[in-house]
Structures are given as C-alpha cells and as structure tokens.
C-alpha cells in the first residue's frame, strides 16, 4: 500500500511560485502514475496534473497549461508540482494520487491512493 504525504503549500502573492512535493512510502513509485488534483471550497475536485508511470508523460489541465510543471523523481519516491505566475484562482487545496493506470488520469475515481492535502492560497 501506498502512502501519499503533500508539502510545499503556503501563501504566496499573486504573480508568485510555489514547488509541491508528494513524498511516498510503503511501495515505489515506479509504477503508479501520479496525479495532483485541487479542491476549493464549494467547488468539485479537479485534476490539475498527471505524470505516467510507463514513459513519463505529462498532461496539463488548460487552466494551468505553461505556468505548473509536473515531475517525478524516482529515486527519492518524490513527485514534484512546480508553480509558476500563481492567481487568486490557483487558491485551493492540493492533493496527489497515485494510479496503477500507467498513462494516469484526469478522472479522481481512477486513483487508489490519496494524500491528506496541502493548501495554497494565492492573495491579489
């Protein structure tokens, strides 16, 4: 069994960056693609990022197409969500997943294993 644990959130003005780490223990990650989805209040869990586990591609919701970066360092069972030009609407709790579907997934109910969160709140 897999376990998730997010860091990096805060709060950052708007125009800043933040890096998110998805630390895992219990099994490599070699496997398992990773997602990084958020959740604002109200609203419904979105994926936001995905890496796959078979060749490392990356896949981007278009609302943070050019400025978040996904990667994923295997040896240190790390994934990465780099943060460039937040905005106000970027505010939201953070959340990674893995999935043994190797390409990953926009899709939250594809994902097996969750972490507990981190928030990020973007002022203006």
């Known amino acids: 069994q897999v376990q998730l644990v997010e860091s990096g959130g805060g709060l950052v003005q708007s125009g800043g960056s933040l890096r998110l780490s998805c630390a895992a223990s219990g099994e490599t990650l070699d496997y398992y693609a990773i997602g990084w989805f958020r959740q604002a209040p109200g609203k419904e869990r979105e994926g936001v990022s995905w890496?796959?586990?078979?060749?490392?591609?990356?896949y981007y919701a278009d609302s943070v197409k050019g400025r978040f970066t996904i990667s994923r360092d295997n040896a240190k069972n790390t994934v990465y969500l780099r943060m460039n030009s937040l905005k106000p609407e970027d505010t939201a709790a953070y959340y990674c997943a893995a999935t043994l579907v190797n390409s990953g997934s926009y899709d939250p109910y594809e994902y097996d294993y969750w972490g507990q969160g981190t928030q990020v709140t973007v002022s203006s």
């Open positions: 890496i796959s586990s078979r060749d490392g591609s990356t």
